[in-house]
């Protein structure tokens, strides 16, 4: 089937902490490019930084990030989110950044499917959807009543379950078709 006759899916890139782009799925192309096929390679890197870029954007004297809560592409409307990835049990600095953007109207991932699949707790499950909404790790222990420690564990055990080696690879098992760009 053509994708670009029907609606895409989730678009998923991954970035750095300057907001280099370091993986991206087909939806997330196909999103930010439409009504357009995507440039050929030579500019393709260049306008997907500038694509990025409308989306989100440094602010503030702390040089924090924010992100645009809706993008339109077209007639289409995104929601947009942002989501801090750290590697667990490190001091790095260096955090990787997922920004989804989802259709408005059937955006919906089905993420207690993948769970179920994967045959993660209840628990472990809580956790990933909570991250997956874009909550720091803070907020996810606070809504879950427990503390940041045994989140990580969580995260772990997930990580475990589900074949990933890091938050980031967590999160692309959620969203098909991540490819990494040169």
């Known amino acids: 089937m053509d994708t670009r006759s029907s609606s895409p899916g989730t678009g998923f890139l991954i970035l750095n902490s300057s907001l280099k782009p370091l993986y991206m799925n087909k939806c997330a192309a196909e999103i930010l490019f439409h009504p ?26 702390n040089g924090s990030i924010s992100v645009s809560s809706e993008f339109r592409s077209g007639n289409r409307r995104y929601k947009c989110r942002l989501v801090s990835l750290e ?15 989802e259709r408005r109207h059937n955006a919906h991932l089905d993420i ?4 179920r699949k994967h045959h993660l ?17 803070k907020e996810i222990a606070d809504r879950m009543g427990i503390s940041p420690n045994t989140l990580k564990v969580f995260f772990r055990l997930a990580m475990v379950k589900m074949g990933a080696t890091s938050r980031s690879g967590l999160m692309s098992k959620f969203i098909t078709g991540a490819t990494p760009l040169e």
């Open 36 to 61: 357009h096929a995507p440039p050929p390679a030579a500019d393709f890197l260049d306008q997907l930084g500038s694509k990025i870029h409308l989306i989100v954007a440094r602010s503030g004297p």
């Open 121 to 137: 707790t209840p628990r472990e499950a809580q956790a990933v959807e909570l991250l997956l909404q874009g909550l720091a790790n």
């Open 112 to 115: 207690r499917e993948i769970c």
């Open 87 to 101: 590697w667990p049990d490190t001091n790095s600095s260096e955090a990787s950044l997922a920004l989804l953007l």
